[in-house]
T-cell receptor
Framework: DAKTTQPTSMDCAEGRAANLPCNHS???????VYWYRQIHSQGPQYIIHGLKNNETNEMASLIITEDRKSSTLILPHATLRDTAVYYCIVRVDTGNQFYFGTGTSLTVIP | KAGVTQTPRYLIKTRGQQVTLSCSPISGHRSVSWYQQTPGQGLQFLFE???????NKGNFPGRFSGRQFSNSRSEMNVSTLELGDSALYLCASSLYVNTDTQYFGPGTRLTVL
């Protein structure tokens, strides 16, 4: 069962930062937060993940609150190709199954 | 390194038939998971295999089964197909289990008529 809550949809102007929030208030101490995105029914694409500390890679930054009950994915300079459904997932610590919620449909507007 | 590959990419079957889908993980990856994606239910976990053993199973009927071979390639089978089995079936691989990132394949689009 999904353990995360995300807004259904968001818009972002091209070139601006896209900030996608996620609530995971029941997260356990050893559960990771993962972000994936899916473009038009392709396979989900890994973006970033974290446990406690903020993380950054070439695609995005992940900000996790100190109490770990929420996080924000930041796409620093959104492009039209970033239009996709973004999934925030709390990884169950006993296996590889991901429980996907409904995700956030991000539309980047020219 | 080549990504996760799935075959076939598209498939059309009729009710009552059975189908087998194939997944080749990224080279060196030993864990394979399967997911079903439908417009109504979203992405749902089917099962996970590691070292030829099923480790976890989602809430799907026994018509859905899978296996993993010694080279980590995996197959899933759906018997007695129903219209509701029409979906995008996704395979994901990872090096190990529990702490590893999963990488998804492009999926197999199954249509049941």
């Amino acid at each position: 069962d999904a353990k995360t809550t995300q807004p259904t949809s968001m818009d972002c102007a091209e070139g601006r930062a896209a900030n996608l929030p996620c609530n995971h208030s029941t997260i356990s101490g050893n559960e990771y937060v993962y972000w994936y995105r899916q473009i038009h029914s392709q396979g989900p694409q890994y973006i970033i993940h974290g446990l406690k500390n903020n993380e950054t890679n070439e695609m995005a930054s992940l900000i996790i609150t100190e109490d770990r009950k929420s996080s924000t994915l930041i796409l620093p300079h959104a492009t039209l190709r970033d239009t996709a459904v973004y999934y925030c997932i709390v990884r169950v610590d006993t296996g590889n199954q991901f429980y996907f919620g409904t995700g956030t449909s991000l539309t980047v507007i020219p | 390194k080549a990504g996760v590959t799935q075959t076939p990419r598209y498939l059309i079957k009729t009710r009552g038939q059975q189908v087998t889908l194939s997944c080749s993980p990224i080279s060196g990856h030993r864990s394979v998971s399967w997911y079903q994606q439908t417009p109504g239910q979203g992405l749902q976990f089917l099962f996970e295999y590691f070292s030829e053993t099923q480790r976890n199973k989602g809430n799907f009927p026994g018509r859905f089964s899978g296996r993993q071979f010694s080279n980590s390639r995996s197959e899933m089978n759906v018997s007695t197909l129903e219209l509701g089995d029409s979906a995008l079936y996704l395979c994901a691989s990872s090096l190990y289990v529990n702490t590893d990132t999963q990488y998804f394949g492009p999926g197999t689009r199954l249509t049941v008529l």
